[in-house]
């Protein structure tokens, strides 16, 4: 019950957020389209939010919370926060020291992420010289946007902290204020009439001064709870040793697989529009993922932690097959959907502006092999906090690795032989191949042993998300005229299909018995 509340809190806060989320590509599609000013911004977000996942919230992250836990049962919450200073500052030297080479290298380094992007100059206008390039937008843009990075990775370290108390309100509604701030310049951006490349570039300031806002909310969160930080000077204590010791894996194996996407990305920029194309598609399976599996991670790593510390062997292995169970009920439908049904989707949300009928198309062909890997992305979210909790960071590292490697290769030779949606079947069958190989390990351990519940549960719910899909599938062709059409007419053919497919999967699941109502009853209760 504990870990569905927590879940709960986080997803309805991480709805909000990608809510927001979705209104701001949508303004984005309407003002940008799916071009090479575009595919500059696109490589300017990518540099720090690659390494913000790298550094802050994957490994980092990973390694801190159960440290940060075990020293509030044995040292009190004074000595967890004494070492939560000391890693505080380790970090804060590390992400800064990083963020300073980028700036100082970025017309070289940006190589690394849009080594294809145009060299030729961008249509003339009156805020910026006849030379400018698409490559030219996206070195100042990923300029500006660099402070983030340093912002965002103590935005992660303070959401740990709240996370391990039990605190999950503020670091889930964090990342709202990025969203608001973007659509805020939008907002400017409709009434000012600002040319293309110029609203590029107040959209990465916009991005950097979000970062402090969300920095500071969490700190103020913190103080609120009683967590008192204090500023010191980088040293190299037995305690960030041990952060160093655990960290290091995870953050070879987050950087694996993240600059593994950072090459996928680069050799998608060989193609005019393709990483629009692919953003598009990933912001749109992002939504469940941040929803579903980021929020069952983040409240399944405490959770697990307390189990272990506390010798409870069952407890973990309970938990961990609830995850599962919840996460194939909720990630199941969501994934039939989008592939259901991507045109009429993505023809719906942004069809209209600078995007176009074309743009559509090729969205859907990514968005729906993205489809397929995103039940895979989601347990990874859940599979690997079991071996985070107990301080292994190093398994994950191997098999992030060995997905990276045939992502990479497979990315590759399918870019090559039938284009760019080929980068998204390679990253979907990449994932599972990790799903396999963790499960795999998390079986001959004895750290998972689905329950009779487990095994029951997961073909039903996959039996009422076929049958979902098959409705939704004629439904959005027979309403398929109405999207694309204006924005009030798309958005309540939009709202009316996605409406039935809910009801058609509560009423299926209901039937098969996926889920009972005294269960949801029981779920949402005080108790």
């Given at each position: 019950m504990r870990l569905?509340k927590s879940?709960?809190i986080i997803?309805?806060l991480t709805?909000?957020?990608r809510?927001?989320?979705?209104?701001?590509?949508?303004?984005?599609?309407?003002?940008?389209g799916a071009?090479?000013v575009?595919?500059?911004?696109?490589?300017?977000?990518?540099?720090?939010?690659?390494?913000?996942?790298?550094?802050?919230?994957?490994?980092?992250?990973?390694?801190?919370?159960?440290?940060?836990?075990?020293?509030i049962e044995?040292d009190g919450?004074?000595?967890?926060d004494?070492?939560?200073?000391?890693?505080?500052?380790?970090?804060f030297l590390?992400?800064?020291?990083?963020?300073?080479?980028?700036e100082?290298?970025?017309?070289w380094?940006?190589?690394?992420?849009?080594?294809?992007l145009?060299?030729?100059?961008?249509?003339?206008?009156a805020?910026?010289?006849?030379?400018?390039?698409?490559?030219?937008?996206?070195?100042?843009?990923?300029?500006?946007?660099m402070?983030?990075?340093?912002?965002i990775s103590?935005?992660?370290?303070?959401?740990?902290?709240?996370?391990t108390?039990?605190?999950?309100a503020a670091a889930?509604f964090?990342?709202?204020?990025l969203?608001?701030?973007?659509?805020?310049?939008?907002?400017?951006?409709?009434?000012?009439?600002w040319?293309?490349?110029?609203?590029?570039l107040?959209?990465?300031?916009?991005m950097?001064?979000?970062?402090?806002?969300?920095?500071s909310?969490?700190?103020?969160?913190?103080?609120?709870?009683?967590v008192?930080?204090k500023?010191?000077?980088?040293?190299l204590?037995?305690?960030?040793?041990?952060?160093?010791?655990?960290?290091?894996?995870?953050?070879?194996?987050?950087g694996?697989?993240?600059?593994?996407?950072?090459?996928?990305?680069?050799?998608s920029?060989?193609?005019?529009?393709?990483?629009?194309?692919l953003n598009?598609?990933?912001?749109l399976?992002?939504?469940?993922?941040?929803?579903?599996?980021i929020?069952?991670?983040v409240?399944?790593?405490?959770?697990?932690?307390?189990?272990?510390?506390g010798?409870?062997e069952?407890?973990?292995?309970?938990s961990?097959?609830?995850?599962?169970?919840?996460?194939?009920?909720?990630t199941?439908p969501?994934?039939?959907?989008?592939a259901?049904?991507?045109e009429?989707?993505i023809?719906?949300?942004?069809e209209?502006?600078?995007?176009?009928?074309?743009?559509?198309?090729a969205?859907?062909?990514?968005?729906?092999?993205f489809?397929?890997?995103?039940?895979?992305f989601?347990?990874i979210?859940?599979?690997t906090?079991?071996?985070f909790?107990r301080?292994?960071t190093?398994t994950?590292m191997?098999?992030?690795g060995l997905?990276a490697i045939?992502?990479l290769?497979l990315?590759?030779?399918l870019?090559?032989?039938?284009?760019?949606?080929g980068l998204?079947?390679?990253?979907?069958?990449?994932?599972?191949?990790?799903?396999?190989?963790?499960t795999r390990?998390?079986?001959k351990?004895?750290n998972?042993?689905?329950?009779?519940?487990l095994?029951?549960r997961?073909?039903?719910?996959?039996?009422?998300?076929?049958?979902?899909?098959?409705?939704?599938?004629y439904?959005?062709?027979?309403y398929s005229?109405?999207?694309?059409?204006?924005l009030?007419?798309?958005y309540?053919?939009?709202i009316?299909?996605?409406?039935l497919?809910?009801?058609?999967?509560?009423?299926?699941?209901f039937t098969?018995?996926?889920?009972?109502?005294?269960e949801?009853?029981?779920?949402l209760?005080?108790?």
């Open positions: 569905i879940t709960a997803g309805s709805l909000m957020s809510v927001l989320g979705l209104v701001r590509d949508t303004l984005t599609a309407n003002f940008l071009g090479p575009n595919d500059a911004l696109v490589t300017a977000y990518k540099i720090p939010n690659t390494f913000r996942r790298i550094f802050a919230e994957g490994a980092f992250n990973a390694a801190f919370v159960p440290l940060y836990a075990r020293r044995e919450e004074a000595g967890a004494n070492f939560a200073s000391e890693s505080l500052a380790a970090l590390m992400v800064a020291a990083l963020v300073i080479v980028f100082l290298t970025m017309p380094t940006l190589n690394l992420f849009g080594a294809g145009g060299r030729e100059a961008l249509s003339p206008n805020d910026f010289p006849q030379n400018l390039s698409s490559y030219d937008l996206a070195v100042i843009g990923a300029q500006l946007t402070p983030y990075l340093l912002l103590l935005t992660a370290m303070f959401s740990g902290i709240l996370n108390r039990h605190h999950f889930a964090a990342p709202v204020l969203n608001s701030a973007l659509i805020g310049v939008f907002i400017v951006a409709g009434g000012a009439k040319s293309q490349p110029l609203l590029v107040y959209l990465c300031i916009g950097a001064v979000s970062g402090i806002f969300q920095l909310l969490v700190v103020w969160a913190c103080r609120k709870a009683g008192r930080l500023i010191k000077r980088p040293r204590t037995p305690g960030v040793k041990r952060l160093f010791v655990l960290g290091v894996p995870g953050t070879l194996a987050a694996i697989t993240h600059i593994n996407i950072m090459v996928s990305h680069n050799i920029t060989a193609q005019a529009g393709a990483p629009s194309w598009y598609a990933d912001r399976y992002q939504l469940p993922l941040g929803i579903i599996g929020a069952m991670g409240a399944l790593l405490p959770a697990l932690t307390r189990h272990l510390r010798g409870d069952k407890g973990a292995r309970d961990l097959n609830r995850a599962f169970e919840i996460a194939a009920f909720l199941l969501a994934a039939m959907a989008l259901a049904m991507p009429f989707l023809a719906g949300i942004f209209r502006g600078a995007f176009t009928q074309a743009d559509t198309q969205t859907s062909k990514a968005l729906r092999m489809a397929f890997g995103l039940p895979a989601i347990l979210k859940v599979l906090p079991a071996f909790a301080e292994n190093k994950p191997i098999y992030a997905s045939i992502n290769g990315g590759y030779y870019f090559v032989t039938i284009g760019f949606w998204a079947i390679a990253t979907s069958i990449a994932a599972w191949v990790n799903v396999f190989f963790l390990i998390l079986l351990d004895g998972f042993t689905p329950d009779a519940r095994l029951t997961v073909p039903r719910i996959a039996l009422a998300s076929l049958v979902m899909g098959v409705g939704i599938f439904l959005s062709g027979y005229d109405g999207v694309g059409q204006g009030v007419r798309s309540g053919h939009l009316l299909v996605t409406g497919g809910l009801v058609l999967y509560a009423l299926a699941a098969l018995r996926a889920y009972s109502i005294s949801i009853r029981s779920s209760g005080r108790k």
